[in-house]
T-cell receptor
């Protein structure tokens, strides 16, 4: 149990375009979802936290108009990178937690999405 | 602010034990976690320990917590080549607002 999927796993887009990444909890209701960014050989940086039906809470330094997060249902959150630039190229990972998957103490991570902006 | 520190590399021989260490600064941490990340993949929750515990064992994994020194370790017994990965230590204050603060990860290399 507690499986989180992401789609796509890998995407290449041109500079200036937007790309949407989906994160789904497959076998539990995710009351909270998190979006992280991971640079090569570095740790995960929390970008934002979203509770179902509420606006996302962004970490300091993360542009909310550039990284649009929607958590419209208990099993789906989306991250849209708007007007992407090469510096947005990174590995984006989502995680989710919910009462059916360990409660507030366990986060389950998706497999990540590799974004390359050319 | 909160900070989690780990050594970056560890190399062991197959069959030996591996010990990965982590220190953290937030004394209000209530949960401490170990995650495993294989190349190109997301993070897999290995185990976690509540701050009022000293030790937790789960098959080949043993977690030791020294709350006084804010030191956490993960011991992998009988390390196998499949254990080669990056291991992240993380802390959380728990609850609905508790987010995870990650260390930079320790790359474990297992030599046959």
């Amino acid at each position: 149990g507690a499986v989180v999927s992401q789609h796509p796993s890998w995407v290449i887009c041109k500079s200036g375009t937007s790309v949407k990444i989906e994160c789904r909890s497959l076998d539990f209701q995710a009351t909270t979802m998190f979006w992280y960014r991971q640079f090569p050989k570095q740790s995960l940086m929390l970008m934002a936290t979203s509770n179902e039906g509420s606006k996302a809470t962004y970490e300091q330094g993360v542009e909310k108009d550039k990284f649009l997060i929607n958590h419209a249902s208990l099993t789906l959150s989306t991250l849209t990178v708007t007007s992407a630039h090469p510096e947005d190229s990174s590995f984006y990972i989502c995680s989710a937690r919910g009462p059916q998957a360990g409660g507030p103490y366990e986060q389950y991570f998706g497999p990540g999405t590799r974004l390359t902006v050319t | 602010g909160e900070d989690v520190e780990q050594s970056l590399f560890l190399s062991v021989r197959e069959g030996d034990s591996s010990v990965i260490n982590c220190t953290y600064t937030d004394s209000s941490s209530t949960y401490l976690y170990w995650y495993k990340q294989e190349p190109g993949a997301g993070l897999q929750l290995l185990t976690y320990i509540f701050s009022n515990m000293d030790m937790k064992q789960d098959q080949r994994l043993t977690v030791l917590l020294n709350k006084k020194d804010k030191h956490l370790s993960l011991r992998i017994a009988d390390t196998q080549t499949g254990d080669s990965a990056i291991y992240f230590c993380a802390e959380s204050t728990g609850g609905s607002q508790g987010n995870l603060i990650f260390g930079k990860g320790t790359k474990l290399s297992v030599k046959p």
